[in-house]
């Protein structure tokens, strides 16, 4: 499951990369992102970093290195796993590397001092680099930025004094609803917002509060599918498991109609009856389509079947 928020942070930091380097570098400069460096293709101590990018800041290139912790960093202090970043990057850029941290989760991070250094017998060593944890950032004033790209980590922020958990993810998502993109690109965003704010807020609150139809065109879509299926069978919470197995059935068995009905009609034929078999809610039916679909004497029976 970490894996995911991983991989889902790391496209954010990629879709709307100038909104995070503004925001990690700091609002008085003026950032610009030259490129997105592909670091996927270099070992670093049997570590990969999180979001690596060449930018521009007054005039000055520099090296954007950005890494995401869900918790603390478990086996190696994070002080020690920037040292080899840097080390590393620094020998393939040889430009000056603005390192940083993103906490997710309200008690990581506490304890990084985000620096680490020595001097004794005429060696010395300084590291710094920005730890952000995202619980110590005004949510408020975020969400009056405008800035898209950071909207999907506003659940994780401090929320005003005053309102509600319910009332502050209500204006996260009214946010989302508000930026000027498309349904795809707001799609990404409501994924995103509703992966990340169920870290440490009820996934359960998210699924109710944002309309299944507005993630549909998003590419994570299938994974918060997944998500939600994964919290029924394994957090225990009634209506979640309900829905999560149910949901999951159903997927399933749509699946495996449609390998069967693949295998005696033509993809023009079967692909025209996809949107009809996910309009199905009741599980029972779609078992009895299944029996069906092997079995079935030709491609208009079947139809006429899902039709009834």
Known sequence: MAKDYDNMAKSILTDFATDISQFVIGTSYAVEVIENIDTEQHLVVEQLTDSTKRIRINEVEAILHIELQLRDSTFTPM???????????????????????????????????????????????????????????????????????????????????????EQWVRECISAVAATPYDEQTQGDLFCALSLFGGIIHDPLLFKRMIREERMRESKYYQLLRDEFVALGREQGLEQGREQGLEQGARESTIRNILKFLNNRFTVEEVNDLIPKL??????????????????????DAFKLMLEE
Request: charged share 15%; glycine share 6%; aromatic share 12%.
């Open 278 to 299: 996910h309009q199905i809610t009741d599980l029972e039916r779609l078992e009895q389509l299944l029996f069906a679909a092997p079995q079935v004497q030709n491609f």
């Open 79 to 165: 002080w020690a796993r920037n040292a080899a970043y840097h080390g590393y990057l620094i020998k393939e850029h040889q430009i000056p590397v603005y390192s940083n941290v993103i906490y997710f989760h309200p008690n990581a991070g506490r304890n990084d001092t985000g620096s680490y250094h020595y001097n004794s017998h005429g060696y010395e060593y300084a590291l710094r680099y920005k730890v952000i944890r995202l619980i110590d950032i005004d949510g408020q004033s975020i969400l009056e930025m405008q800035a898209p790209g950071l909207l999907p980590f506003t659940p994780l922020m401090k929320r005003p004094i005053g309102i509600s958990i």
